[in-house]
């Protein structure tokens, strides 16, 4: 088919999203590939449930379930409308849906309403890898024309992606468009939940990471004179020799520097200190991320660097990866910041990522959420 309209379903955490694109190729030929396409996105939602889940300082599974029942079937006759397309019969060609990893709860709500729509419409319906929907995430590139058309940067492989978010924190290996192998992930808690974890102790509000972002800005830009107080946080598994990663120890040691150092607390006073804390938490988490993708570019001798999720709209990360990439001589691909966070669009991208390269798709195959599914295909 040398065109379809894809409609992308997003619930595996705490935004519900849709979103239908149009997809054209620019040749007619079977083995087309993702750089000979133009996308155009016809309609594009996301409901965040951020304040909700804040009185819990994290996401709530049942209350985030509820809402993405509410939120769908509110949204789609807006999506639809946006489109410019029939409610009722829409011409619609796949329908693509989250199916792990994420909150299962919530996962099965997606999965619930694509097989609804899909019997509905009679489109077929293409179950989507999360993480894969961050990579695709990253390229997209916009139209000089418009702001909703957009072409696939041309990769040049192998590939390095550093997926990093409130759920996750890992470093693939790409070798080609959809085969993947999973090199490094966090052996406990995600970068993006120590972030949320680290602004809960300061007393900052959910979500965290904006906050210490903030505060760390705040503490590189202040007047040198101020008074000089060093404080140090660990850089977990910095030297470990592999590509894993291990956050919650530097969350307990900040939760011990709160408890323990009172005359740091006391000298510099509570604004100080809380800025302090959160530019020292982010440049030990920054350093630790740089190593571990420098060091996995040079083994694997990568041509292009893809960093998504959520994490990257973090303004110091950002930079520093844009330095190394300089650094190292690789392309570095990221999302803008728009859609950096779970979004129905990346996993509407990743579907027809899948139907243009995958060989084996089993259409009957039935749709099953994975709380923990891997990205890994070799």
Known sequence: ?????????????????????????????????????????????????????????????????????????????????????????????????????????????????????????????????????????????????????????????????????????????????????????????????????????LGLPYPGGPEISRLAEQERNSDEHRVSIKISLPRPMLHSGDFDFSFSGIKTAVLYLLKKDTECFETLGVQEFKQKVAREFEDAVTEVLIAKTKRALREYGARTLIIAGGVIANTHIRREFEKLAEKEGVKLLIPEISHTTDNALMIALAAYGKITYSKDIDWNEPLRASGTAKISKV
């Open 1 to 201: 088919m040398r065109y379809m309209k894809i409609l992308g379903i997003e619930t595996s955490c705490d935004e519900t999203a849709l979103c239908v694109i149009e997809v054209r190729r620019s040749t007619d030929t079977k083995d087309g590939s993702l750089e000979d396409t133009e996308i155009k996105i016809l309609a594009n939602m996301t409901i965040s449930q951020a304040k909700l889940h804040a009185p819990f300082g994290g996401v709530f599974p049942n209350l985030a379930k509820r809402e993405h029942i509410k939120n769908l079937p509110n949204m789609l006759p807006l999506v639809l409308k946006q489109a410019g397309l029939d409610e009722n019969k829409p011409a619609i060609d796949i329908i693509a849906v989250t199916t792990g990893p994420g909150l299962e709860p919530c996962l099965w709500t997606g999965i619930s309403f694509a097989e609804e729509l899909g019997k509905k419409w009679g489109a077929r319906i293409v179950p989507t890898n999360h993480m894969e929907g961050h990579i695709y995430s990253a390229l997209l590139c916009k139209a000089e024309i418009s702001n909703s058309q957009f072409s696939i940067f041309k990769l040049n492989f192998p590939a390095i992606a550093l997926l990093i978010s409130g759920g996750h924190t890992e470093l693939d290996l790409m070798e080609e468009y959809g085969k993947y192998k999973l090199i490094g992930e966090t052996r406990d808690d995600a970068v993006g939940e120590a972030f949320d974890k680290v602004a809960r102790l």
